[in-house]
């Protein structure tokens, strides 16, 4: 499955002005379009909520009481959005954390291009197919369902 790049999405989470516009310029120059950047957890999610990007740039480490990881936990109760987590950190412990939370890919900045484009593009292929997988379930145990009271109906 081909993704085509300019009808993607990318909202950027980043308190970090001069690294927001730097991953703009890379997403429009990816040709992606980009949403943001936004600053506080608080905006992100209102913004990830009503845009529905097809994936979020997070920076980890957030301006406000909200961390990263929080905002992508609070975004990912209501809406299935790939998060990838951007910091300057890479320690053991922030891997950790975040590993468990809805996470589509962990880069470190500064982020190059190319890694960039390939996160991006995996984690919307992954996200589609997680959620097809998802319905194909919904579908399997309903058909399931439906069987086991047709059996339980004709047996006498």
Known sequence: MKISKMQNRVLIVEDDA???????????????????????GEEAIEIALKE?????????????????????????????????????YADHETIERS????TYGFLTKPVRDKELAAMIETAIYKSSTDRSLKHLNQLLRAIRSVDKLIISESIP
């Open 18 to 40: 001069i690294v927001a516009t730097q991953l703009q310029r890379t997403l429009d120059k990816l040709d992606f379009n980009s949403v943001g950047p936004i600053a506080t």
């Open 99 to 102: 590993k468990d939370r809805h």
């Open 52 to 88: 529905m990007p097809d994936c979020i740039l997070m920076d980890i480490k957030l301006k406000g009481e909200l961390s990263g990881i929080d905002v992508a936990e609070r975004i990912h109760k209501i809406a299935e959005i790939p998060v990838i987590y951007l910091t300057a």
